[in-house]
T-cell receptor, first 113, second 112 residues
């Protein structure tokens, strides 16, 4: 069975602070995919990134960066210099070979001006 | 480019009434389609998925059902709604060789 744990339920920061969201996963698949999605107040899930299990290279996209460490089964997400528009619920998810996604419980990020 | 539509956007229904939510995808063929439910303040629960017309897999036994009458159309139904069916329903799709799921705007259902 696959499992995704997002230990942080809520994070509140002041604008321009950095915020890191933790994600730990469990799977028996040797090939799997990890994802981060953003859910703004409107409700729609917005795809942010996908990582393959065989590619541990970290990635940066603008103010967003992701740290994938297979040794600790973690896929953490950092928002640098946070902005009010970053306020949302962020979900980490995992997919094995069956095309189904297992989601974490989500982390609510509130960025205060 | 591909787009995914869901309707209605919001729905308020009495307990015991029927339900029909529709999801359509444009700009792709043979997508895998998914229905999720998100209860208030909770994560996403996979309800059904489909890899082709008429092929439906159920993840959670309940009073909901799904159908795929056309390649790019996915319908979520119920004959009699329960209070516990309230939530935010999201449809998603992936391409044949893709693992990334792209989500629709969702339907917010309130059962009173």
């Amino acid at each position: 069975a696959q499992k995704v744990t997002q230990a942080q339920t809520e994070i509140s920061v002041v604008e321009k602070e950095d915020v890191t969201l933790d994600c730990v996963y469990e799977t028996r698949d040797t090939t799997y995919y990890l994802f981060w999605y953003k859910q703004p107040p409107s409700g729609e899930l917005v795809f942010l990134i996908r990582r393959n299990s065989f590619d541990e290279q970290n990635e940066i996209s603008g103010r967003y960066s992701w740290n994938f460490q297979k040794s600790t089964s973690s896929f953490n997400f950092t928002i640098t210099a946070s902005q009010v528009v970053d306020s949302a619920v962020y979900f980490c998810a995992l997919s094995g070979g069956d095309y189904k996604l297992s989601f974490g419980a989500g982390t609510t990020v509130t960025v205060r001006a | 480019s591909q787009t995914i539509h869901q309707w209605p956007a919001t729905l308020v229904q009495p307990v015991g009434s029927p339900l029909s939510l529709e999801c359509t995808v444009e700009g792709t063929s043979n997508p895998n389609l998914y229905w999720y439910r998100q209860a208030a303040g909770r994560g996403l629960q996979l309800l059904f998925y489909s890899v082709g017309i008429g092929q439906i897999s159920s993840e959670v036994p309940q009073n909901l059902s799904a159908s795929r009458p056309q390649d790019r159309q996915f319908i979520l139904s119920s004959k009699k709604l329960l209070l516990s069916d309230s939530g935010f329903y999201l449809c998603a799709w992936t391409g044949l060789a893709g693992y990334t799921q792209y989500f629709g705007p969702g339907t917010r259902l309130t059962v009173l």
